[in-house]
């Protein structure tokens, strides 16, 4: 870029095609249609280049971000998921679901003035782009050391590990103990948002650079560490946080009370909403509550409007409080979900065979903040409310299965149920086992799992090659 | 994928699997169970482990078929193979020596008994098996449990086969042996362990049963298994299958495992005429 060129700084980022939301709301398909090669060129050549860029150093796992927007600025495509996929073995992934709005693109120079670069919008763009190429690039695969390592769960922790561990050489088999790989991308992440054909592809590809995938394989039941253990030389953990959390009020057995992830699951996983085709039902309700306000009580609202019913958010705090990424809220909102802030659920009300029919709650009202920063929410006396209804969905959390912690003797386990691992190694309290991703850290996110994934592999490659 | 090895209907209705999981033969222990599924487009579904071999790495189900999964599975011949078997799952039964076990069965229960009494046998108990159906022509392993058994005793409701009537007549059964019971255990059909556990609550011994609500993933992922016991909340898949009988809500248990009646049986059961018939009536319920 010439010195005269940079002076004209264009702030105006470039929006992303979407379905609109009264066609979305009634389809599954993906909500956004991605950029055109027109858009993505013009938006990355917005890109200034910065000597010091401020965009690499809050993004988990470094990519080099002005290095790929250049290549994408000049048209050279192939150049540029070269420099992505150096640091981002899932980009099509993490271009979709990662929370940039938080990451690099709050850290952009642009971001004072509102014109923050869309950085994840073209990654996305170019790994799309390189899906539609007949053959992905096989990267050069280096001697086999002989060594083998076992990954326990198929969610991104895991496939990272599976990807950067093959690339230096060593066997690796990956353990699943559902019948598909991808973890919570595949069971939880609804179709509308992440396409399972995208997943899917990222698996065909570790499976072209010969990682053993052994679905249908619960580690702890089926086999446990220490017997795997016998055979392999490393064990990598990234089971996830999958240990649904209820309310733990009055009603909750009822039918038509669900986790989220018994929600998420039917659609995702067992593709309930092509019933019966796929033979898992789902049921058809009229008015659904969905209780939480993450990105997983989102999708779970989302996927009511999808399947025709009316759907409400039930969150204790304010708008401002949702933890969930403001880009799906906005979704959501203009698709029709109603939402009802300071409201607490009290209890759920049956009918005579045994349905949920109605919700009680009760009104908060915001006070001092709490541990979390966040200001706490009180309840308002006497401001009961009843809302009738025929399902509830509850997306108040998770924590990780407790399931290896009581296979797996001398593994430290911390209060909330987590592995105990290095924050920098994901090594363990036990010798040859590495953990991270949403089992070490408690739900968090794609990127951070995956780099959790990054550093164990490194580490475990740092081992293996000291045998 | 996982082959079928042999594949029989036992008696009307109820059928045997015998399919090639060496994972799960190695493991396997009486009173737990997998999941399968039985085309790329399946249900998850549970069934118990009626057998199992680690030599030749092969298990068997024993199940009734009775909706689209286990309709198919009905359907295997040897030879085919089946995308999902996955396990073994559920804690095991609880093996000690007692003194004498009377285990109760029916229906697919049967099948499942069979290696919980085995073990019982071989840790020195006394096994008294009482086996409940609608008529003689209902039971099938009879031999098989015979062997492990110190007494054999049948229920039918026709009278066809021991004594007349269903579990209700426990009680007098229980009173007439010449021995006190020190533990029983049931397995079958919800009704019959809930009997069973109705039955046995005043006698004050001590009743097993193993529990068999709707199940997705069967590893405590998604909580639709879950089961009141005690006035607390279990995740049947991981807490149990097997939990104290006197302390299960199966009332609960019996509405929730009724959740997709409408959509699994009915379309199964009867004409499509009538399920029109049924949702505008629903429709003008409103
Ligand atoms: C509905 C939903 C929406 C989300 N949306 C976003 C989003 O928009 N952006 C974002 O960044 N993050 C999002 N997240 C969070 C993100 O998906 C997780 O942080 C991430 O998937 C964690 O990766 P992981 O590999 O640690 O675990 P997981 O993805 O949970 O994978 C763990 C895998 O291990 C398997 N497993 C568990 N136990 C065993 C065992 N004993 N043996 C064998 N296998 C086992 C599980 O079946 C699973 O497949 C969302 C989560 C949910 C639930
Ligand atoms: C731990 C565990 C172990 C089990 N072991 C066995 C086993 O060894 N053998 C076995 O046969 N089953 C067993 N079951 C039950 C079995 O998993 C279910 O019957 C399963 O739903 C059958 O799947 P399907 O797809 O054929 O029927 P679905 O299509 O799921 O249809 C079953 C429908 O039948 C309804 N229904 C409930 N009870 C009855 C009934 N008594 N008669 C007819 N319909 C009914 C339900 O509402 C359900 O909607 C077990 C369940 C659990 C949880
Ligand atoms: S901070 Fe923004 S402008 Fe600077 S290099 Fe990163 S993306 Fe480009
Ligand atoms: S079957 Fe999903 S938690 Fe038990």
Redesign the pocket.
């Known amino acids: 870029m010439s010195e005269g060129e940079k002076k004209q700084l264009d702030l105006k980022r470039r929006e992303m095609p979407k379905q609109p939301p009264e066609v979305r709301r009634y389809n599954f398909s993906e909500v956004a249609l991605g950029y055109t090669p027109e858009l993505a060129i013009e938006e990355a050549k917005r890109c200034i280049q910065c000597k010091k860029p401020s965009c690499i150093a809050n993004c988990p796992v470094e990519i080099n971000i002005p290095g790929f927007l250049k290549k994408v600025a000049e048209g050279d495509f192939v150049g540029g998921i070269r420099v992505l996929k150096d640091k981002n073995c899932l980009p099509a992934v993490c271009g979709r ?3 940039q709005e938080e990451q690099c693109e709050k850290t952009c120079v642009f971001h004072k003035k509102g014109g923050q670069i869309a950085i994840g919008r073209i990654e996305r763009f170019l790994a799309d782009w390189e899906a539609q190429q007949s053959e992905s690039e096989m990267p050069d695969m280096p001697p086999r050391s002989g060594r083998k390592v076992a990954i ?7 496939l990272t590990v599976a990807g950067d561990l093959i690339k230096f050489g060593h066997e690796v088999t990956v ?4 019948h598909k790989m ?4 595949v069971y ?2 609804p179709e509308f948002r992440l396409p399972k054909a995208i997943v899917n592809r990222e698996v065909e590809y570790l499976r072209k650079l010969g990682v053993e995938l052994v679905t249908d ?4 039941k089926t086999r446990t560490i220490d017997s795997i253990l016998e055979e392999y030389d490393a064990v990598f953990v ?5 240990l649904p959390w209820f309310m733990e009020i009055p009603g909750e057995n009822l039918n038509g009370v669900y986790s ?1 992830n018994e929600y ?1 699951t039917r659609l995702n996983l067992m593709k309930g909403f092509l019933f019966p085709k796929y033979h898992t039902p789902v049921k058809s309700h009229r008015k659904v509550a969905v209780v939480g306000g993450g ?2 009580a989102m ?1 779970c609202a989302r996927s009511a409007l999808r399947l025709g019913a009316e759907s409400r958010i039930i969150y204790r705090r304010s708008r401002e409080e949702l933890p969930a ?1 403001l880009e799906e809220v906005e979704n959501a909102e203009e698709e029709g979900v109603i939402f009802d802030f300071l409201t607490l659920p009290l209890r759920y009300i049956g009918d005579e065979n045994g349905w949920v029919k109605a919700i009680e709650c009760q009104k908060m009202e915001l006070g001092e903040p709490d541990a979390s920063g966040r200001r706490k929410p009180i309840p308002i006396e006497g401001s009961e409310v009843i809302y009738p209804l025929d399902a509830v969905v509850c997306a108040i959390g998770n924590s990780p ?1 407790p ?2 912690g009581a296979t797996t003797p001398g593994l430290k386990i911390g209060k909330k149920g987590n592995i105990e691992a290095d924050e920098k190694t994901g090594a363990t309290s036990r010798e040859k086992i590495w953990a991270g ?3 070490v850290t408690g ?7 995956m780099g959790a994934g990054r550093f164990a592999a490194r580490s475990i490659h740092e081992y293996l090659s000291s045998l | 994928m996982f082959r079928v090895i042999a594949s029989k209907m036992i008696v009307p209705n109820m059928h045997l699997l015998t399919l090639a999981a060496p994972a799960v033969a190695r493991e396997a222990k009486p009173g737990q169970f997998v999941i399968l599924r039985a085309e790329e487009e399946g249900e998850r579904v549970p069934l118990s482990l009626s057998d199992w071999d680690a030599q030749s790495g092969t298990i068997t189900v024993v199940f009734m078929s009775i909706g689209s999964t286990t309709g198919r599975l009905a359907l295997l011949a040897p030879g085919a193979s089946i995308p999902t078997v996955v396990g073994p799952l559920g804690n095991a039964t609880e093996i000690e020596n007692y003194g004498t076990v009377v285990c109760v069965c029916g229906c697919y229960g049967i099948g499942s008994i069979f290696p919980i009494a085995r073990a019982l046998k071989r840790k020195g108990n006394r096994i008294i098996t009482i086996m409940e159906a609608r008529s003689s022509y209902l039971f099938y392993w009879d031999e098989r449990l015979e062997a492990i058994s110190d007494k054999m005793i049948h229920i039918t409701r026709d009278g066809s086969k021991g004594h007349r009537g269903h579990a209700g007549r426990l009680p007098e059964i229980l009173r007439g042996l010449e021995e006190p019971v020190d533990r029983i255990i049931a397995n079958g059909c919800t009704f019959l362990m809930k009997r069973t556990s109705d039955e046995t609550r005043p006698l004050g011994i001590k009743t097993m049963v193993s529990l068999n609500p709707i199940m997705i993933d069967g ?1 405590g ?1 998604c909580g639709v298994c879950r089961v009141t016991v005690g006035s607390v909340t279990r995740f049947a898949c991981v807490h149990g299958p097997d939990f104290d009988a006197h302390q299960v809500d199966w009332e609960e248990l019996l509405q929730r495992r009724k959740t997709y009646m409408q959509e699994e049986v009915v379309p199964l059961r009867t004409s499509r005429c009538e399920e029109r018939h049924l949702r505008s009536q629903e429709k003008s319920h409103e």
Do not use: H, K, Q
């Open positions: 679901v990662c929370p326990v769960g198929g969610g991104p922790a895991g353990f699943e103990a559902l991808g973890g919570v991308l939880g992440i394989f619960v580690v702890g990234g089971s996830g946080a999958g989220a998420l990105n997983v999708d990424r299965n399931l290896i991703g949403d089992v739900a968090a996110t794609v990127i951070l799992a | 590893t992922m």
